[in-house]
């Protein structure tokens, strides 16, 4: 049922097909019974669409223009908005809470996103083996994405995590002495990462889908060619999956970028000790829903978008470079 | 002994590393779960610090706590107010995004391909920039404390998540089938509810199942929208559970947090066929 034969779904616009067949064969002008299903079309594709079209001008673009305009305002819910300029970007920069949010955020993504993924990668790849019990592994695997995101877990991860834990006592039998990680400035993001990481099923099951559409010949050529399990795994499986390895990098970052809930509860309601886990969404959220100041962090979610769209950017024109699509593809 | 020898001879040696592989992922992922299980048993002083997956004298008072509710509210208030808005954003996925791309694969209209091109942008959108502009619109129609601004995105189609995997399924559907619909009369409407929903059925129930449990596990949507304790989620209840007892009760906090998981456990177990292939789906096809 799945295979790859173009790129990725994100990337393909609209569908093609459809397209050729009504400018297709001939150039004359439509015949006017043509024209008339032209025009029930119209109606109809956008009576079908209208609860999303509702939905996009007021609950997405709407407040899109409106918060672009709060950023450049002070605003506290109660009194008119007043225009302040760029002072809000100003403070921004210059408030060394703010920098720790980002500084905070950057290092959940660029150490949690690369270690989540090579875990699904390489779980895909021993599960890709056709074994007894292999979609019992893969169901069992894939739980943790489903209930990674609860408040539960979090609840249980701080639990896990706390001094003289259970993750405490298994480090004191191998001699190291860090004491719990929930309480320790230097340690209490890993935890969170390793909160990402333990849900590395959805990605998973994505691999393990672009696994399954490896040809069987490649690896069999290649075994006679000689070639040993590392070059087999970076010159067949690794090209042959990218597409479905970039799909999964783009999404992971992007959702890594948002986190709010698991870092909250995880570090009580608070931003960890020393604010260690103040990544940007909670700065954001305390900004304007604790200290009222709207303007403030519309600012900041802007800036959250433009950080958020230049990762896409640079990940598309990347793609070049590294991503391959089968013949046939765009 | 010998048998088992002799299966791991004729399945070759990969095939028992393979098993090994598997069984200490397996214990590693499932750790956290059945650690929670067997804390919720254990005395609170036991929970922390202890070293026993499992207690030796297991017992029940967690549980008992729990029926004392929280903060004077019984649980049951919280799971009422979660399953309400977890079931209304069901029954508004399944309609709203299900006529969204039924227009986008089905129907050829002017600006069809740039709205799809937009709809994915949205999918690619930090929810973070519309929260502010969205609470205050909310808060002037004075809609804070109703679950109203929790479940109107769902009715509006705005989980672009689930209109591309809906479009991803009907394009897959045979062109043949909507066609002759339409060639013996049927509008679009007929054609979309008799015909292309029927045949949708596992794309509607994969967004059906995830918007469940998304909006189960929901934090900070009900955090922003709802401030009275009587309208509060089962999200929002374990909170107030950790805030009153913040170190004493950990007993009464792990049963609880397992108590909060179950309807997800449970649609986990009967549905996982669906989720998994439903995520497998949309990183694939173009």
């Given at each position: 049922m799945t295979h790859i034969h173009t790129s990725p779904g994100v990337l393909a616009a609209g569908?093609?097909?459809?397209?050729?067949?009504?400018?297709?064969?001939g150039g004359n002008a439509p015949p006017p019974a043509r024209k008339r299903r032209d025009r029930g079309e119209n109606v109809a594709g956008y009576l079908f669409m209208s609860p999303w079209i509702a939905g996009f001008l007021f609950l997405i673009a709407?407040?899109?223009?409106?918060?672009?305009?709060?950023?450049?305002?002070?605003?506290?819910?109660?009194?008119?908005?007043?225009?302040?300029?760029?002072?809000?970007?100003?403070?921004?920069?210059?408030?060394?809470?703010?920098?720790?949010?980002?500084?905070?955020?950057?290092?959940?993504?660029?150490?949690?996103?690369?270690?989540?993924?090579?875990?699904?990668?390489?779980?895909?790849?021993?599960?890709?083996?056709k074994r007894w019990g292999q979609s019992f592994y893969r169901a069992a695997f894939y739980a943790p994405s489903l209930i990674g995101a609860s408040v539960s877990a979090a609840i249980v991860w701080r639990a896990l995590f706390s001094d003289d834990a259970i993750v405490d006592r298994t480090q004191k039998v191998f001699g190291v002495e860090v004491g719990g990680w929930i309480g320790d400035p230097a340690m209490i993001i890993y935890a969170l990462i390793a909160l990402t990481v333990w849900q590395f099923g959805a990605p998973m099951v994505i691999f393990l889908a672009g696994l399954k559409q490896v040809p069987r010949e490649l690896y069999e050529a290649a075994e006679v060619d000689g070639a040993g399990p590392w070059r087999r795994f970076f010159h067949i499986t690794l090209p042959m999956i990218s597409p479905v390895l970039f799909f999964n990098v783009l999404l992971e970052t992007i959702h890594s970028f948002q986190i709010f809930g698991s870092a909250y509860i995880v570090s009580n309601s608070s931003c960890g000790p020393a604010d260690a886990t103040l990544v940007y969404t909670c700065y954001l959220y305390e900004q304007g829903f604790v200290n009222s100041r709207m303007g403030f962090a519309s600012a900041m979610g802007w800036l959250l978008l433009v950080a958020v769209g230049l990762v896409t950017a640079v990940l598309f024109w990347s793609q070049k470079r590294w991503v391959h699509y089968e013949e046939g593809g765009r | 002994?010998?048998?088992?020898?002799?299966?791991?001879?004729?399945?070759?040696?990969?095939?028992?590393?393979?098993?090994?592989?598997?069984?200490?992922?397996?214990?590693?992922?499932?750790?956290?779960?059945?650690?929670?299980?067997?804390?919720?048993?254990?005395?609170?002083?036991?929970?922390?610090?202890?070293?026993?997956?499992?207690?030796?004298?297991?017992?029940?008072?967690?549980?008992?706590?729990?029926?004392?509710?929280?903060?004077?509210?019984?649980?049951?208030?919280?799971?009422?107010?979660?399953?309400?808005?977890?079931?209304?954003?069901?029954?508004?996925?399944?309609?709203?995004?299900?006529?969204?791309?039924?227009?986008?694969?089905?129907v050829r209209f002017a600006g069809r391909n740039i709205m799809f091109a937009i709809m994915i942008g949205t999918l690619l959108l930090p929810y973070h920039v519309l929260i502010i502009p969205q609470y205050v619109l909310f808060q002037k129609l004075e809609l804070i404390n109703t679950f109203t601004p929790l479940l109107i995105g769902k009715y509006l189609a705005t989980d672009a998540f689930f209109v591309?995997?809906?479009?991803?399924?009907?394009?897959?559907?045979?062109?043949?089938?909507?066609?002759?619909?339409?060639l013996d009369g049927c509008g679009h409407l007929r054609t979309y509810w008799s015909i292309v929903m029927p045949l949708c059925r596992p794309a509607l129930v994969t967004s059906a199942i995830f918007t469940f449990i998304n909006a189960w596990n929901d934090f900070m949507g009900p955090l922003l929208y709802l401030n009275e304790p009587d309208k509060y989620t089962v999200s929002l209840g374990l909170k107030m559970f950790i805030d009153q007892d913040a170190v004493a009760d950990y007993g009464g906090m792990v049963a609880m947090s397992l108590v909060a998981l179950l309807p997800v456990l449970a649609f986990f177990v009967a549905f996982q066929r669906y989720l998994i292939d439903g995520m497998a789906t949309s990183g694939l096809k173009g």
């Amino acid at each position: 049922m799945t295979h790859i034969h173009t790129s990725p779904g994100v990337l393909a616009a609209g569908d093609d097909r459809s397209v050729a067949k009504r400018n297709g064969p001939g150039g004359n002008a439509p015949p006017p019974a043509r024209k008339r299903r032209d025009r029930g079309e119209n109606v109809a594709g956008y009576l079908f669409m209208s609860p999303w079209i509702a939905g996009f001008l007021f609950l997405i673009a709407g407040p899109m223009v409106f918060s672009l305009y709060l950023s450049f305002t002070e605003y506290n819910l109660f009194e008119a908005p007043r225009w302040i300029g760029l002072q809000n970007f100003t403070d921004m920069f210059a408030d060394p809470r703010w920098r720790q949010s980002v500084k905070v955020t950057s290092w959940y993504v660029l150490i949690g996103t690369p270690i989540k993924l090579a875990a699904a990668l390489a779980v895909a790849m021993l599960l890709a083996q056709k074994r007894w019990g292999q979609s019992f592994y893969r169901a069992a695997f894939y739980a943790p994405s489903l209930i990674g995101a609860s408040v539960s877990a979090a609840i249980v991860w701080r639990a896990l995590f706390s001094d003289d834990a259970i993750v405490d006592r298994t480090q004191k039998v191998f001699g190291v002495e860090v004491g719990g990680w929930i309480g320790d400035p230097a340690m209490i993001i890993y935890a969170l990462i390793a909160l990402t990481v333990w849900q590395f099923g959805a990605p998973m099951v994505i691999f393990l889908a672009g696994l399954k559409q490896v040809p069987r010949e490649l690896y069999e050529a290649a075994e006679v060619d000689g070639a040993g399990p590392w070059r087999r795994f970076f010159h067949i499986t690794l090209p042959m999956i990218s597409p479905v390895l970039f799909f999964n990098v783009l999404l992971e970052t992007i959702h890594s970028f948002q986190i709010f809930g698991s870092a909250y509860i995880v570090s009580n309601s608070s931003c960890g000790p020393a604010d260690a886990t103040l990544v940007y969404t909670c700065y954001l959220y305390e900004q304007g829903f604790v200290n009222s100041r709207m303007g403030f962090a519309s600012a900041m979610g802007w800036l959250l978008l433009v950080a958020v769209g230049l990762v896409t950017a640079v990940l598309f024109w990347s793609q070049k470079r590294w991503v391959h699509y089968e013949e046939g593809g765009r | 002994m010998s048998l088992l020898t002799a299966s791991v001879r004729r399945r070759g040696p990969g095939a028992l590393a393979w098993h090994l592989g598997a069984l200490v992922i397996l214990a590693v992922v499932l750790y956290p779960v059945v650690w929670t299980i067997g804390a919720s048993f254990k005395p609170s002083a036991d929970i922390i610090g202890g070293l026993d997956l499992f207690p030796a004298d297991p017992i029940g008072d967690n549980y008992a706590r729990l029926t004392e509710g929280i903060a004077d509210i019984p649980i049951s208030t919280f799971f009422l107010n979660s399953a309400y808005i977890a079931v209304g954003s069901v029954v508004g996925v399944v309609l709203s995004c299900s006529l969204t791309a039924y227009a986008f694969a089905k129907v050829r209209f002017a600006g069809r391909n740039i709205m799809f091109a937009i709809m994915i942008g949205t999918l690619l959108l930090p929810y973070h920039v519309l929260i502010i502009p969205q609470y205050v619109l909310f808060q002037k129609l004075e809609l804070i404390n109703t679950f109203t601004p929790l479940l109107i995105g769902k009715y509006l189609a705005t989980d672009a998540f689930f209109v591309f995997l809906m479009v991803q399924f009907m394009r897959g559907l045979p062109k043949e089938l909507d066609e002759a619909a339409r060639l013996d009369g049927c509008g679009h409407l007929r054609t979309y509810w008799s015909i292309v929903m029927p045949l949708c059925r596992p794309a509607l129930v994969t967004s059906a199942i995830f918007t469940f449990i998304n909006a189960w596990n929901d934090f900070m949507g009900p955090l922003l929208y709802l401030n009275e304790p009587d309208k509060y989620t089962v999200s929002l209840g374990l909170k107030m559970f950790i805030d009153q007892d913040a170190v004493a009760d950990y007993g009464g906090m792990v049963a609880m947090s397992l108590v909060a998981l179950l309807p997800v456990l449970a649609f986990f177990v009967a549905f996982q066929r669906y989720l998994i292939d439903g995520m497998a789906t949309s990183g694939l096809k173009g």
